[in-house]
């Protein structure tokens, strides 16, 4: 009896699984390497990337493969694989924040083996080591376009982030509404994996949050609803500049009156109040100076 209950058992998992992906229309399937260790791990990567009639993943502990399947038309690998670092792990895609990574159950925490490690004091002095087989200038270059990839990914959000201010010091609630659409756009296309480790951890943290405002403020046409929604996004990204490499000093500003304080960031150390405009355009003040 006892082995009859096993084997009715497993179809009735295997069917509520072929059922599952039965369910799954416009069904692509696809296989990524994910990193992790043992069963609670698949039980949290599988929880992390399933998503009901949309996306359905099967880890293997053994080979850390997983196979993806899922609505092309409402989905795609990139979103799977984000909700799954999020939850502690890493894809060649995607890393999980540090952070995450660290509340994993010991068992969980397995060897990243895709996120660089500092060198050790002891090699970071010895300037001589491997000289010779070291090509400096193409060192240089490689660094200098990584930088330049690394900026490039996040210019057009930050550049849009402070035309949407320029439109609230001004209290144009149309162009703020414009400028804001045109944040939108510049958030979606930027690439994760050519940022920094740094940029990358921050970033996944609040794309979620920073595309939801400033679709808050694109969307509104009540410049008092745009600046409620544009404190929350300065938040944001003040937290992204924070990482970021900046050509020019950005400065970050308060204003101690709107909502019980509020900031905001700046290319000018002049203040220009994004909350009040004309009302009371110099209140605030200068609290932090990022890129110097």
Known sequence: MKSLSKIVMVI?????????FAQIKNAKTETVKIYGNCGMCKTTIEKAGNVKKVASVDWNKDTKMATLT????????????????????????????????????????????LKPTAKNKEAGMDMN????????SEMTAQGNKNATQNQSQLKPVFDNYFSVKDALIKTDAATASAKAAELS?????????????????????????????????????????????????????????????????????????????ANWLSKENAV???????????CGSTVEILGK
Request: aromatic share 8%; net charge positive; charged share 25%.
């Open 129 to 136: 080591a491997g000289h010779g087989n070291h090509n400096h």
């Open 185 to 261: 756009a510049s958030i979606k296309p930027v690439d994760m994996s050519k940022l920094s480790v740094e940029e990358h951890a921050v970033w996944m943290k609040i794309m979620k949050d920073l595309a939801a405002n400033t679709e808050s403020i694109s969307k509104s046409k009540d410049v008092a609803k745009q600046r409620n929604a544009f404190a929350k996004l300065s938040g944001n990204i003040y937290t992204l500049a924070k990482v970021s490499k900046q050509d020019v000093p950005v400065y970050y500003q308060h204003c101690p009156m709107y909502n019980g304080g």
């Open 70 to 113: 899922y609505d092309g038309d409402k989905t795609n690998q990139d979103e799977i694989l984000k909700r799954i670092a999020l939850a502690g792990y890493d894809s060649e895609k995607f890393l999980a924040p540090d952070d995450v990574y660290a509340k994993l159950p010991g068992c969980c925490q397995y060897d990243r083996a």
């Open 12 to 20: 009735a998992v295997l069917l509520s699984s072929i059922n599952g």
């Open 272 to 282: 220009k109040n994004p909350y009040y405009g004309s009302q009371m355009l110099t």
